[in-house]
């Protein structure tokens, strides 16, 4: 068994030191502006508060502030626009230096023939996205979907999350094509063709092996990124939404499954394949003010699963054959099964709606009681009916409402599958009903092969690792290669 | 801390999203006015001034969510140092208006700063002064003015009157420091045939207290401010802040519906131009933009939202309704600007419950002028992208905070009070 890394605290002196680095207005231990830094919610209910936050303005101060704490030993939890999760990275025992990245947050170049944007950390999407749209009119930044503008562009990629086009271009983690990194000893890195002086982020494999994929979905634990070259994409002028309804999830699965096998031509055209079940409505008012059973959405139209194809083209004539298609193979799959999905014809308006990004649908679940968690998982596409059943029966054992967001990642090749449980913050029984589901559900998909989207350290991190002993024990090696003194975010991963 | 405690549930609704530090935040597509001196007004903006200026999460409204969290767990206490996190910030509530999760931000951080003074912690400077003059029976203003001048500027006719359907509240800053809105107001109401009257024992409204955290003393104005105005069946007022607060909190305070109506004189003249009862014939040869104050804009259309779901058992459904409810809101002032022969109305970037603050709500003005003036420049750099000659608000500190802004800027900008213009063209 390993020695338990030790940690100091912040002491004056050390403020003072870094108060050198970033001046006296750029690092503060004032007790309240602590506080003010503290997030439960979202993707995970443990955070702490940490010992003092500084907000570095370049990539010399972010040097400057990792040689000190390394020097110290003092734990780092970089952090940038605060989302998915309150903070991508929120800080955790035993605290030490929050790193608030959002000073740095300038656009740095856009390339539209390599077809790349590069970005600092605090660069937010709805910046990115207004940006983007007023000077480079035809290309899209992969802005995160269903986060609201405040989420940044760089964490959600390095994060490997999700993005308007995730259907069609995989995890986001595949959109970054460098990073620019700086390690707790200081030292800086580039990665993928960046790491040859001079040379344009065209090549995210880079000059040898590349070890671009050690900081995505690192969680801050292996080194601070401070810049990252995003892949853009063609922003079509035409658009819109079809979606199918379906009585059960495994309809879900499997009809979306039969559109997005048509790569290199229809499933290439849907950008954005997602859906989920009625509860989604129903849960973004608080309960006692909305209608509680199925009965009520019935009439409205909505079907207890459905599936929306966001379908981009160059033109009118490829957007209707690309929605007729899809048309016919759901017809094709109802002739087959017997099994019915219909299609749901949405109002000009929620078309309009669904086109919206950045937009703020996930946030409103808190209406429903006082607090929600995303407990995002990964699966095969072809195992997200089971996932979405077992949780759903789950969820209700458990006293929540059964809330389930599903969508496909690379023509539906993985699928991220997001249950929202909705709890009651201000409630400590709702609280450890939350953590015993979290806890239950773990041991069983993990048993079914299933990834945690980002592992929590109390629960996802130590059980996954459990099970994949030497990979982690390889992980902690590189670790300590990067990071001899374990400065950075330690324990998020079960890393020290 | 009761005030903060019943807050709890919306409190723990906060996921930290941070959408409330945006102007737009759920209109990343919204069409802008383009570049203007470096900067892009499409899309999502920041909203939040006191974020804007000082940086740290305390000042943003989220931050300031979670320290209300870290008090109500007894995780915090209140400190000296909380102080500028607390009270810079004029609580302008454009945070409220962003957020999907439907917390009362203003009511936060106006709980926070009564239980900061509860707590045992003195007032601010300027903020104590107010309180102290409010509090003296010969003022009952925040200006430190005899009361015997409150309506020395009113025609004596209109004192008092006992027949009167309806009662001008003036409020201490149009009685004794924009005396020309008083007047305008009163002008504007005798062409308009209104049977009403001037109160002379009128007392400051409480605004300024509850603003800044001294309830007890809000609670005393409001109490004679009741007992005098209880009479009438309508209060019309010429103050934005008065309007808010006896629209939205006198109802709160006192725990009963007001026993009056209550209307802002634009909204009383807007009703009049749509009903077709006011037709204005004379022209304002003037190209103007229009700040919506977020004391008659963002704070009423807000309420008026909360009281329709207030009602409702279905939100789902009802929501579009409060929605155009809102819209209706932030329309009435721009009809009464549509009404006016070749005033060439044109819209800035932030508007209705996007709108940027002037800066001088929340006792910012008073005790942190600089903060206030910074955030009355932005507003004017973005009126001055429109084009516009002048910008025309209703709200007596909006105006002397724009103009104070506009001085320092050394800008050709004019700024017009609404009731002014409004009674030269009628």
């Given amino acids: 068994m390993s020695k338990k890394q030790e940690y100091n605290k912040v002491t004056p002196q050390v403020v003072k030191r870094i108060a050198g680095v970033v001046g006296e207005k750029y690092v503060t231990t004032s007790k309240p502006i602590l506080y003010s830094y503290v997030s439960k919610g979202i993707m995970g209910l443990e955070s702490c508060v940490a010992d003092c936050v500084v907000r570095p303005k370049s990539v010399e101060e972010v040097q400057g502030v990792l040689r000190i704490a390394t020097e110290e030993s003092i734990p780092v939890t970089p952090a940038a626009g605060g989302l998915s999760g309150g903070f991508a990275c929120p800080t955790i025992e035993p605290g030490g230096i929050l790193m608030d990245l959002g000073e740095m947050n300038k656009i740095i170049e856009v390339d539209t023939d390599a077809r790349y944007l590069v970005v600092e950390p605090g660069v937010r999407s709805g910046e990115i996205w207004a940006y983007m749209k007023k000077k480079y009119p035809g290309w899209a930044p992969p802005v995160p979907d269903g986060a609201p503008p405040a989420a940044t562009i760089l964490g959600d990629a390095i994060e490997r999350g999700f993005s308007l086009v995730t259907g069609r271009y995989g995890p986001q983690a595949d959109t970054v094509m460098g990073m620019e990194v700086v390690l707790a000893t200081g030292d800086i890195v580039r990665t993928g063709s960046w790491a040859l002086p001079g040379a344009k982020p065209f090549y995210k494999w880079g000059i040898g092996p590349d070890i671009g994929g050690l900081f995505l979905g690192s969680q801050g634990t292996m080194g601070v990124i401070t810049k990252c070259a995003i892949k853009i994409m063609p922003h079509l002028e035409h658009k819109t939404v079809v979606a199918y309804g379906m009585d059960n999830p495994y309809d879900m699965q499997d009809l979306t499954l039969e559109v997005s096998k048509y790569e290199m031509g229809i499933a290439d055209h849907c950008v954005m394949v997602q859906g989920g079940n009625w509860p989604l409505v129903m849960t973004r008012w608080p309960k006692e003010r909305v209608p509680n059973g199925y009965e009520a959405y019935e009439k409205m139209g909505i079907s207890k699963w459905w599936m929306n194809f966001e379908v981009w083209a160059w033109t009118k004539e490829e957007l209707d054959f690309t929605v007729k298609k899809i048309d016919e193979v759901a017809k094709s799959y109802e002739e087959r099964t017997g099994h019915k999905t219909p299609q749901w014809k949405l109002h000009p308006k929620q078309i309009a709606s669904r086109l919206l990004k950045p937009n703020k649908i996930a946030i409103p679940y808190a209406l429903w009681d006082a607090g929600f968690l995303f407990i995002t998982w990964y699966t095969p596409w072809k195992d997200c009916g089971e996932f979405s059943e077992i949780y759903c029966q789950k969820m209700e054992e458990y006293g929540f409402p059964p809330v389930m967001w599903v969508a496909s990642i690379d023509h539906a090749r993985e699928a991220i599958c997001m249950p929202i449980v909705c709890y009651d913050a201000t409630s400590k029984e709702s609280i450890e009903k939350v953590t015993k589901l979290n806890r239950e559900t773990t041991e069983i998909f993990l048993d079914k092969g299933w990834l945690n989207y980002r592992p929590d350290p109390f629960v996802h991190a130590p059980l996954t690792f459990a099970k994949a002993r030497e990979y982690h024990s390889l992980l902690r090696k590189i670790k300590k290669l990067l990071d001899p003194k374990g400065i950075l975010h330690p324990g998020r991963l079960g890393l020290p | ?426």
Wanted: glycine share 8%; with cysteine; charged share 25%.
């Fill in chain 2, 1 to 426: 801390m009761e005030s903060l405690k019943n807050l709890q549930k919306e409190i723990y609704r906060c996921i930290h999203c941070k959408a409330c530090r945006f102007a737009y935040s759920g209109e990343p597509d919204r069409q802008g006015i383009g570049e203007y001196q470096g900067r892009l007004y499409e899309g999502t903006l920041t909203g939040c001034p006191s974020g804007k200026e000082y940086g740290w999460e305390a000042y943003w409204n989220a931050g300031k969510v979670w320290i209300a969290r870290a008090i109500l767990e007894g995780n915090l206490r209140f400190s000296d140092e909380m102080a500028d996190m607390l009270f810079k910030c004029p609580t302008c509530g454009n945070c409220e208006a962003q957020c999907e999760n439907k917390i009362s931000t203003v009511d936060v951080i106006e709980a926070l700063r009564a239980a900061y003074i509860e707590s045992g912690a003195p007032a601010l400077a300027k903020h104590a002064g107010i309180r102290d003059s409010v509090n003296d029976p010969t003022m009952w203003n925040p200006y430190k003015e005899k009361q015997s001048d409150r309506t020395a500027w009113c025609d004596g006719k209109r004192k008092n009157l006992k027949n009167a359907d309806v009662a001008f509240f003036v409020g201490c800053t149009a009685s004794y420091r924009q005396k020309g809105i008083a007047k305008a107001t009163q002008e504007i109401l005798d062409k308009l045939g209104v049977n009403y009257t001037v109160i002379t024992d009128e007392a400051c409204c409480g605004s300024p207290l509850i603003r800044t955290g001294q309830v007890p003393i809000a609670k005393k104005v409001i109490e004679k401010n009741m007992k005098l105005f209880k009479p009438f069946k309508q209060v019309l007022f010429c103050c934005a802040g008065c309007y808010r607060t006896f629209r939205v909190d006198y109802p709160k305070v006192t725990g009963s519906k007001l026993p009056f109506e209550v209307k802002h004189t634009m909204e009383f003249a807007s009703d009049l131009i749509t009903e077709g009862k006011l037709k204005i014939s004379k022209p304002f040869n003037m190209k103007v933009t229009w700040h919506d104050p977020c004391h008659l804009g963002r704070h009423v259309g807000k309420q008026i939202e909360k009281d329709i779901l207030a009602g409702s058992n279905n939100w789902l459904s009802d929501q579009r309704k409060a929605d155009q409810a809102k819209q209706e809101w932030y329309e009435k002032p721009r009809r009464v600007l549509k009404a006016i022969p070749n005033l060439q109305f044109v819209e800035m970037y932030r508007i209705k419950e996007d709108a940027w603050c002037c800066g001088s709500g929340g006792g910012v003005k008073s005790q942190y002028p600089e903060l206030a003036i910074e955030t009355a420049k932005e507003r004017i750099t973005e009126a001055q992208a429109t084009g516009a000659q002048a910008i025309v608000t209703s709200c007596p500190f909006c105006y002397l905070n724009l103009s104070d802004g506009v001085k320092q800027m050394g800008s050709n900008m004019q700024v017009l009070e609404l009731l002014e213009v409004l009674n030269k063209v009628i």
